[in-house]
T-cell receptor, first 113, second 116 residues
């Protein structure tokens, strides 16, 4: 059972470049999330989705965009990468919002130079 | 806004001994959920234990148990008979129970080292 799969695992970007972090889950979960984790900090919510076609901003959405065309996929796009976006990004999904039990991917380490 | 505080950036324990990780939170809600997540060196985060605020009984999952003090807004994690595989970053998290509340608020984490 694959669970939540993120690609790529590592990426180095130059300032101003754009890229998409891919996230796919095979558990038929309606709820999906993107978090970023900076050193010494907890996870901050970037965007979330409650189902296909529905997305909303989290705590730190600036500089990012998402889409949710299918239940399985929730890509995160970084436009005009900046050094402040250097972080580890985690995608997560959950079957029911109220339980708070998230299933996480392995993370994507992004460095912007 | 809710906040979650983990006051111990790092902790260490000897194998087979018991360790307690601390977490406090701030909220004005009466109903909510609290969680401990474990992030091993491989980085994939997994749920360790969950506590519903309306339940008086402390949650237990095998060697993991919590001490939930609602009035004090305290939620500590006790790991008994520590094993080398318990070494990880542990995050305390809070979630409100409102119908449109999808967000978990995480603490900054406690890095647990298990010494053989």
């Amino acid at each position: 059972n694959a669970g939540v799969t993120q690609t790529p695992k590592f990426r180095i970007l130059k300032i101003g470049q754009s890229m998409t972090l891919q996230c796919t889950q095979d558990m038929n979960h309606n709820y999906m999330y993107w978090y970023r984790q900076d050193p010494g900090m907890g996870l901050k919510l970037i965007y979330y989705s409650v189902g296909a076609g529905i997305t909303d901003k989290g705590e730190v959405p600036n500089g990012y965009n998402v889409s949710r065309s299918t239940t399985e996929d929730f890509p995160l796009r970084l436009e005009l990468a900046a050094p402040s976006q250097t972080s580890v990004y985690f995608c997560a999904s959950s079957a029911r919002a109220y339980t708070g039990e998230l299933f996480f991917g392995e993370g994507s380490r992004l460095t912007v130079l | 806004a809710q906040t979650v505080t983990q006051s111990q950036p790092e902790m260490s324990v000897q194998e087979a001994e018991t360790v307690t990780l601390s977490c406090t939170y701030d909220t004005s809600e009466s109903d909510y959920y609290l969680f401990w997540y474990k992030q091993p060196p491989s980085r994939q985060m997994i749920l360790v234990i969950r506590q519903e605020a309306y339940k008086q009984q402390n949650a237990t999952e095998n060697r993991f148990s919590v001490n939930f003090q609602k009035a004090a807004k305290s939620f500590s994690l006790k790991i008994s008979d520590s094993q080398l595989g318990d070494a990880a970053m542990y995050f305390c998290a809070y979630k409100g129970s409102g119908g449109s509340n999808y967000k978990l608020t995480f603490g900054k984490g406690t890095l647990l080292t298990v010494n053989p």
